[in-house]
RNA sequence: GGCCCUAUCGUCUAACGGUUAGGACACAGGCUUUUCAAGCCUGGAACCAGGGUUCGAUUCCCUGUAGGGUCACCA
């Protein structure tokens, strides 16, 4: 059987993550079987549907890798196939015009005439791939309305048309869509469409176990790409949200989720997002970047105002990549509480920060000061590196006490409790600056 | 409220009747160390409750409880 599942998203917000699972899910399950996914945009509302979000849709897709093999096919440009099946179904006495009574107190938006489904009040019975089998009593469905006119045909009646057009053979959607089903197995019998398969997803939940929404913070994926995460940490975690392989392997590319994916695996319960969890993938992927990918990819994060050349941060963010997490972290590091805040101009700091809390001797803190400005000021600007500034100043520390110089080195360097070590702080700040503020502090000290 | 779905550490999960209930994130402690991270090591932490079925239930069945989803002329 040649499997073909369809993602189709309505373009009426910004593609959040959950739904960006359930494409992924579509995704990996065809590939898995060699099969096709179709990707549809359902644009009936046309109130609120809107070209931008169908951009971000597709842009958010593509930024995770995740392609289709059919389409896109727009709702909006297929309203005379629509059309046919609507009168069909009404030659055929499945559906009928009806005339509605205004009930007092009710929306004025309502038309006098809909066209609504001959509900046949049946139970309807289906077996879901990761449930089991599921029953409904469509009575209460009542006769449901299809479409607003012959024109305008409404949400189940182009979905149940569409998947049987496009061929879909597995219908993979959020657990939201389950009461959708029957109504819509009504309609495909009415028109004389097979039965697809279903598979109903847990939902993605928030922290206090609701359904995932917007008023839970970030849930776009393109939150997440400005926020500095990769699109392969994302796709991983998502991946395995409500789905696993079965071992304790996690960290998976594109290629080995194909190959493992399977449907049995799929979890049915909710899962909750942990945005730590996701975070460490990101920070996985994150190492496995060369020094050379991780700084271009990290520059454009950075605000404006700290940019300065490439070759300056080619050199510098190598230095400072087990700091961060994600690509954003880069950027806060330049901040006023982050590790490389003193990057930005002179730091002020009291004189006492200067002095190693295990001996605290001012006098001997600056005789070190002097030593260590005497060691690098013969080293040629040339060798300024963090291993080469380190050997210079060894010894020494070793001698003294490694707290007794580092520390009031570092400090001297970048005026910060938290910081590089002040190996790597020199190298980022350079010979010039370095014997600058090595200066500064013993005039301080000196007071 | 009706209908539907779900139930293992705080979180994501493994277990397909017999295990000291495993792993990961997070957390705690330790090591390393000039600070903060990172890294390494160690540790605490779970079968929703009650009935059955069975020699034996986390696992199968029922009930309860809890949580969630859905009830449009939106999708």
């Known amino acids: 059987m040649n499997i073909i599942t369809r993602f189709p998203p309505s373009p009426t917000g910004y593609l959040h993550i959950g739904r960006a699972r359930t494409a992924l899910f579509n995704f990996l399950f065809a590939r898995h079987h060699g099969g096709k996914m179709v990707f549809r ?38 309203n005379a196939v629509y059309k046919k099946y609507i009168e069909k179904l009404i030659k055929d006495g499945c559906a ?7 009930e007092a107190g009710e929306e004025e938006k309502k038309r006098s005439e809909v066209i609504r489904f001959r509900n046949p009040n049946k139970k309807i019975e289906f077996e879901d791939l990761i449930r089991g089998k599921i029953e409904f009593d469509t009575t209460e469905l009542g006769d449901f309305v299809i479409a607003r006119s012959i024109d305008e045909p409404l949400y189940h009646l182009t979905v149940v048309i569409d998947d049987f057009e496009m061929k879909v053979t597995h219908i993979i959607r959020g657990d939201d869509g389950i009461s959708n089903t029957p109504r819509q197995i009504l309609i495909q019998e009415g028109i004389g469409a097979p039965r697809p398969v279903y598979a109903h997803l847990p939902l993605i939940l928030a922290k206090d176990k609701s359904k995932l929404s917007g008023r839970h913070g970030a849930v776009s994926v393109m939150e997440y790409r400005n926020d500095g995460f990769m699109p392969e940490a994302l796709t991983n975690y998502l991946a395995l949200l409500g789905w696993n392989p079965g071992t304790d392997k996690e960290i998976f590319t594109m290629e080995e989720l194909i190959k493992e994916f399977s449907i049995e695996k799929i979890q049915k319960s909710g899962a909750i997002f ?33 940019r300065g050349t490439s070759a300056e941060w080619q050199r510098m963010l190598p ?21 490389l805040h003193f990057t930005a101009g002179n730091p002020a700091y ?32 040339a060798s300024f590196a963090p291993e080469t500034i380190k050997d210079t100043l060894w010894a020494y520390a070793e001698e003294k006490g490694r707290g007794n110089v580092l520390w009031p080195l570092r400090v001297a360097l970048t005026g910060q409790e938290k910081s590089p070590d002040p190996f790597i702080s020199a190298a980022i700040l350079g010979k010039e600056e370095t014997l600058k503020r090595i200066d500064n502090a013993i005039s301080i000290i000196s007071k």
């Open 41 to 78: 945009i359902e644009d009936t509302d046309k109130e609120r549907s809107k070209k931008e979000y169908e951009q971000d849709i597709i842009d958010s897709l593509s930024w995770m890798n995740i392609s289709h093999d059919d389409g896109p096919y727009r709702q909006s440009e297929r």
């Open 274 to 306: 942990d945005l730590e969890k996701l975070r460490w993938f990101n920070r996985e992927y994150l190492m496995k970047l060369d020094d050379k990918q991780f700084t271009d990819m990290a520059i454009p994060y950075l605000p404006e105002w700290l």
């Open 350 to 381: 009291p004189s006492s920060l200067l002095l190693w809390k295990k001996e605290p001797d001012a006098m001997a803190a600056k005789a070190h000061l002097e030593h260590v400005r005497t060691l690098l000021g013969d080293l040629d600007e």
């Open 319 to 339: 230095l400072v990549r087990d700091k961060v997490h994600t690509f954003r972290d880069v950027a806060m590091l330049f901040q006023e509480k982050g590790d």
């Open 96 to 102: 009928y015009v009806s005339k509605e009574i205004p």
